[in-house]
């Protein structure tokens, strides 16, 4: 116990400490920062709604790999290769221009001050609420990571293939309950996926509605290589409001990729699944909940890390 004490303590040492994180971290040094940061992705989404779900994401996947610390926006360097090239994020991720654009207008209101990571964190906020989704207050003050893994991208991303008791680790891994796991996985609710993601399960699962497979099979041919860049909604019935209809498509085995209908397959998610289907205030209530911890992942906070001046590369 005293070891596993002290591990912990070392941890919060190098990584600051989630307790530091308040929603008005900026309220003095950037007033701004809120209707800024707002008005940027209402253009960016009004200019193309998938983007919503494309930003949303890319805090998920900064924050599974290594904390929420923006390190999925660095470039490559010639001391570490960045997670952009990894295998949850090749060919995508998305968005990353849209993130520079809002660096760069909230460095205009106030320079040097706000951190590429809390941008991520305002920025999958904003996403949600400008697609129909709940609004929140987001807790500030992470700092910048200098440096990415690839390696840890690989490996710290739930796979489109995963089962559910894989899915449960994972995200147990990263301090998120079960409750919080089905929660954000209703972030599905928007956005879309790629052919070599769903492409096993349309034309080899059982656990599928045959309507929906086939509808979907002339977008994504069964062989391997032709077509895998072809986009499908991960929510054929609403896919660019954020709701709760992606739980119905569930129950309705309508699920696009393996990994999501997982949660709805005889296992001990079922009846949290039948309860968003049901309630969709609950749904949105546990969604705001997870999103909150998720956010609290390992953030740098104090002293540690740094506020980039450019959120692709290092200061």
């Not at 295998?87 to 998305?94: D, E, I, K, Q």
């Not at 492409?199 to 059982?206: D, G, L, P, V």
């Not at 994504?220 to 860049?229: E, K, Q």
């Amino acid at each position: 116990m005293l070891v596993v004490a002290l591990s912990v303590a070392v941890l919060l040492l190098a990584r600051g400490c989630s307790s530091q994180l308040t929603p008005d971290f900026y309220q003095e040094s950037c007033p701004d920062l809120l209707p800024t940061i707002r008005y940027q992705v209402q253009l960016a989404v009004n200019r193309q709604p998938r983007m919503g779900a494309s930003l949303l994401r890319l805090f998920f996947h900064d924050c599974f790999v290594n904390g929420c610390d923006g390190s999925i926006l660095l470039d490559d360097t010639a001391t570490f290769v960045g997670e952009k090239k990894a295998a949850p994020n090749l060919n995508s991720a998305r968005g990353f221009e849209v993130i520079d654009a809002i660096k760069a207008a909230v460095d205009e209101v106030c320079p040097g001050v706000v951190s590429c990571a809390d941008i991520l964190a305002l920025t999958a906020k904003d996403s949600v609420v400008e697609l129909g989704g709940p609004n929140w207050n987001v807790r500030l003050g992470r700092r910048d990571a200098k440096t990415a893994s690839q390696a840890a991208a690989n490996t710290s991303i739930p796979p489109p293939t995963s089962n559910l008791n894989q899915l449960i680790s994972n995200f147990q891994s990263h301090g998120l309950s079960v409750q919080d796991m089905v929660a954000l996985s209703g972030a599905h609710t928007i956005g879309f996926a790629r052919c070599t993601n769903f492409r096993s399960r349309i034309y080899n699962e059982t656990n599928i509605n045959g309507f929906f497979a086939e509808t979907r099979q002339p977008f994504c041919p069964s062989i391997a290589g032709s077509g895998d860049n072809n986009l499908a909604p991960l929510d054929s019935q609403t896919p660019r409001l954020f709701d709760n209809s992606y739980f119905d498509n569930l129950i309705a085995k309508r699920g696009l990729l393996h990994s999501d209908q997982q949660l709805f397959n005889g296992g001990s998610t079922d009846s949290q699944v039948r309860a968003y289907s049901e309630d969709p205030d609950s749904f949105e209530n546990d969604f705001v909940t997870a999103m909150t911890k998720m956010g609290d992942i390992q953030p740098l906070t104090g002293s540690n890390g740094e506020i980039r001046k450019d959120c692709r590369r290092v200061n």
